[in-house]
């Protein structure tokens, strides 16, 4: 069975910082890219970054761009994504998944507020 498991959401401080994990099983993790998502109350869903599965490459939207960072760790599974200067309006929950194959989980809740 495909899983993807979100963890490290909470409640943060506008301009603090969180580091999301996703840990992946059912599948190997290397042969896929991966990408971090996220969807507010009322919103689409919308896709934040994602990293290739050969070379690491990573791509950013422009509404996260220069505070967020994907990473991957294929020894485990697992893919990370670092959140750095975080405003109110990144309050969402965030997913992981793999791009083209998705399986939704249930996520990880991020809420910024003072």
């Known amino acids: 069975q495909v899983q993807l498991v979100e963890s490290g959401g909470g409640l943060v401080q506008p301009g603090g910082s969180l580091r999301l994990s996703c840990k992946e099983s059912?599948?190997?993790?290397?042969?896929?890219?991966i990408g971090w998502f996220r969807q507010a109350p009322g919103k689409e869903r919308e896709g934040l970054s994602c990293i290739s599965s050969w070379n690491s490459n990573t791509y950013y939207a422009d509404s996260v761009k220069g505070r967020f960072t994907i990473s991957r760790d294929n020894a485990k599974n697992m893919v990370f994504l670092q959140m750095d200067s975080l405003k109110l309006e990144d309050t969402a929950v965030y997913y992981c998944n793999r791009i083209g194959m998705p399986t939704w989980g249930q996520g990880t809740q991020v809420t910024v507020s003072s």
């Open positions: 059912g599948f190997t993790l290397a042969h896929y890219h």
